[in-house]
């Protein structure tokens, strides 16, 4: 990194052939600790002070801001603990220290809860930012897309992680209510049982995600979510039309299951890219409502139960528009995502009561089929 080893054809005394050796500065910063931002203060500094030196940036490790200038280290962060200009003042040194000795006593250590040393010093940096930010009268940004949360123990993001618990927790008491209640003759109930399934199994990563961010965490959490939203259109499909057309509906679930198959190979193998997953999983959303909807209207009069169903995928919809309200967490606990899937408790609850409802319908209407005949 530093002091160039002399190695290069272009290090001898006369090798820079008369011309005037230009000054190029190279700064190694830390991104996960949110220290581009810094860079670019100091990069436009530079430029504008003096436009004929290169200035130019590389990612470091964690904690890292260093300064080279023609290959030589004029000033290590990691060495120094601050910044190199007066602003910085005492408090964000001495937090500075601490995250550095404990990057000293080895990188391997965790504490109690599980987090690395790197976590703690992401952790650590990232508060630290926000507090400059703070201090400074700016908006407090956003962390790899995510706002600053306070971490409760072993949980990263406390609010999300228990109301998807909650979440999980209410699709379990309706699928026992529903399997109590429901005899497995009606004809929607190895849909609507195979619905719970797979909503459990969603909030179940849904709880380890907001537990633990990481790349499989996430991918989990997203592919999960994406399953469920197309077992909706599924369910959907199968009261509205496929009672009377199993051919029909075999086609569907099979369009389903490709789909699926591709959107996640695209996501896992291609790029993880999060406006076409929003962009799929909302088409899909929006299509479900607008067809329950449609079916609901047409159905209200005959069928009392259907407001359940109305109702349910009427503030889902409403809950959704939630996310668009990207506010920072209150007291660093309770953001907008952590908002919506709270309200989405209730709606479990009675969307599965629809189903309970519509299921027992249903087998009586059939029973009743037979008596005729
Ligand atoms: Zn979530």
């Known amino acids: 990194m530093s002091g160039g080893a002399g190695d290069g054809n272009g290090d001898g005394n006369g090798a820079e052939s008369g011309a005037e050796r230009r000054v190029r500065i190279v700064v190694e910063y830390c991104e996960p600790c949110g220290f581009e931002a810094t860079y670019q203060e100091l990069a436009s500094a530079v430029r504008d002070e003096y436009p004929d030196i290169e200035i130019e940036s ?95 123990l072993f949980f990263q993001e406390p609010a999300s992680a228990f109301a998807s618990f909650l979440n999980g927790l209410a699709s379990l008491v309706m699928l026992l209510r529903y399997r109590a209640a429901v005899p497995p003759a009606a004809p929607t109930y190895p849909t609507c049982v195979a619905f719970a399934w797979v909503s459990l199994n969603a909030w179940f990563w849904s709880t380890v995600f907001h537990t633990r961010d990481t790349a499989l965490t996430e991918k989990l959490d997203y592919f999960c979510a994406s399953a469920v939203v197309l077992h909706s259109v599924y369910l959907c499909c199968v009261r509205t039309l496929g009672l009377q057309r199993p051919a029909l509906i075999s086609i569907f679930r099979a369009f389903l299951l490709l789909f699926l198959a591709g959107h996640i190979s695209y996501l896992s193998l291609v790029r993880f890219d999060y406006g076409y997953n929003l962009v799929a999983n909302a088409a899909a959303g929006m299509l479900t409502v607008a067809w329950w909807l449609r079916w609901c209207l047409r159905q209200g009069r005959r069928l009392p139960h259907v407001w359940k169903c109305a109702a349910a995928v009427l503030l889902l919809q409403a809950l959704a528009l939630l996310e668009l309200l990207d506010f920072p967490p209150l007291l660093w606990v309770l953001d907008a995502h952590a908002l919506w899937h709270i309200g989405t408790i209730p709606l479990n609850v009675l969307f599965y009561s629809f189903l309970m409802d519509d299921s027992l319908y249903l087998l009586k209407a059939n029973s009743d089929l037979f008596k005729v005949d």
């Open 58 to 152: 590389r990612l470091g490790g964690t904690g890292a801001f260093e300064i080279e200038i023609n290959g030589q280290l004029v000033f290590s962060k990691l060495e120094n603990g601050g910044f190199p200009y007066e602003k910085d003042g005492p408090e964000p040194q001495r937090l500075h220290r601490q995250v550095l000795q404990r990057q000293r006593v080895g990188a391997a250590a965790e504490t109690p809860t599980g987090w690395t040393c790197r976590d703690e010093c992401k952790y650590e940096c990232m508060w630290l930012t926000v507090r400059l930010y703070q201090q400074g009268g700016h908006r407090v940004p956003q962390f790899h897309g995510k706002w600053p949360f306070s971490r409760f």
